[in-house]
């Protein structure tokens, strides 16, 4: 197979054996309203400079203040930039290609865009399942009274970037492909195609970087959720789980439910298309959950900010001292 091969979506590409079909890197989709391009384009705009602005500010306040540098907020932060980066590049893009209409931008664009957005986004997710697991470490402590420091931190943002960058390079050398959405204006993990090879790696790629993260998620939120109901049941133990502890716990939480809030009709909707190739799905219906998914990169600041007391205190003295 070909080092970045072209997408095999004949849906989407012209046809030399009949009638010229729709390409999405020339012309927009005729059944849809200019308008609603327009709409979606606006909406980026204000997702895209809303997740900018308040990642960049988590990013600039954890590394001002020391008091901040925990290890804990060392995979805050990689969240962080995560979601910055999937704006900056992702974002970005869709918003351009949202007011043409079309991926007026070629296959190249699309294929970065792709892989950024999936990239970023799995970094994103393996992110909340470390610090899922993170939190069940120190609050339930099943390897006893063992400190995580900063190194160990260190070493599990490192797997999860290698990771992640194992998972999502595959597309861009001929095991799979990225390529335009059913309304073109957005690239993705090749989902429609029935191929063999497409197939193989869309079941590989969600059980790596879907199902494994969730169940490691799930599987500590569960103990973690059990312990502190014993802790607020049992007033003789608040000793051994301290209050800022429970605190972070709980962001932790407040994060992964609004992740998986916003990532959850996604993967719904690209198991689907996965499973039924040929389904006939309306063009604006199929890019909801697709837009929806980017609008998780706003609410992770927004959490760590205002379920942290610190991190607050620390944002207002430089608002302060700014004005």
Known sequence: MDAFRAPENESLLPSSSGPARWDPFRRPLDSIQPWHFRLLAAVMLVVTSLSLAENLAVILVTFKFKQLRQPVNYVVVNLSVADFLVSLIGGIISFL???????????????????????????????LALLAFERYIVICRPLGNMHLSGKHAALGIAFVWTFSFIWTIPPTMGWSSYTTSKIGTTCEPNWYSGAYTDRTYIIAFFTTCFIV????????????????????????????????????????????IAFLICWMPYAAFSILVTAYPSIELNPCLAAIPAFFSKTATVYNPVIYVFMNKQVLYALKIIVISSI
Not at 228 to 256: F, H, W, Y
């Open 213 to 256: 993260p969730l169940t490691v998620i799930l599987a500590s939120y569960g103990k973690l959720m059990q312990k502190l109901r014993k802790v607020s049941d049992t007033q003789s133990r608040l000793g051994t789980t301290r209050k800022p502890e429970r605190q972070v716990a709980r962001m932790v939480v407040v994060m992964i």
């Open 97 to 127: 290609t949202n007011l043409k209409g079309y991926f007026y931008m070629g296959y190249w664009a699309c294929v970065l865009e792709g892989f950024a957005v999936t990239f970023f986004g799995i970094v994103a997710l393996w992110s």
